[in-house]
């Protein structure tokens, strides 16, 4: 018996293998660039695994994992600007780790208080402009460069420097925050789960 062989063109494969190979994020080489970064600047660091880039001009925080860009968030840090000072309300620069995660559980928009969940939801289609709002779920960072983010008066975790949900989401996208770096609900409920305690956090201003 005679065997039929089916021969198919280049071309006619090139759509079929397009789908089936992967794809680089748009911002590839912005997660190259981080990564030359961070090696020149902590030699010591192990850049595997995930890193959460907070670009503080662009508002925007990036999801590298093992070097590759995965995802990208609009965010709001704070409104006073750039700075590591106890009670200065701005956001630390530098390199931080995720020490605490806090609200698993914690429904959508559900409001925490001094680190515990009240009971109460945020309504997020109407938000509470005058109270500024911790939600849904809580990555608390520390500091990893002492007398810049770490120890004395300058320790971003004493600072309760946190990234967050927010009751009011209209606020993402500018610098609006009292420190923190706020997010909304359903992306910090999604990073929250993708990432462990000790994940590298870097905050740049750019």
Not at 54 to 80: C, N, P, W, Y
Not at 158 to 182: A, K, N, Q, V
């Amino acid at each position: 018996m005679r065997r039929r062989f089916l021969f198919l063109s280049v071309p006619f494969l090139l759509p079929w293998l397009a789908a089936t190979q992967p794809h680089d994020h748009p911002k590839q080489g912005l997660a190259d660039m981080l990564i030359d970064y961070l090696g020149s600047r902590y030699p010591d660091q192990d850049l595997g695994g995930d890193i959460l880039y907070i670009a503080v001009e662009r508002q925007l925080l990036f999801h590298v994992r093992d070097g590759r860009m995965i995802a990208e968030h609009v965010i709001s840090t704070a409104k006073a600007g750039l700075g590591s000072e106890q009670d200065s309300y701005r956001t630390p620069e530098g390199l931080h780790r995720v020490a605490e995660k806090i609200g698993a559980g914690v429904p959508i928009g559900g409001i925490l208080k001094d680190r515990m969940f009240t009971g109460e939801v945020a309504d997020l289609a109407h938000p509470d402009l005058d109270h500024d709002l911790i939600t849904s779920r809580i990555l608390w960072l520390e500091g990893s460069e002492p007398g810049r983010n770490q120890g004395g008066s300058v320790d971003s975790h004493e600072r309760y420097i946190y990234i967050h949900g927010t009751g009011d989401e209209t606020s993402l996208g500018s610098p609006s925050s009292m420190g923190c770096i706020r997010m909304r609900n359903r992306d910090i409920v999604a990073l929250f789960d993708a990432v462990d305690v000790g994940t590298l956090v870097v905050v740049l201003d750019n």
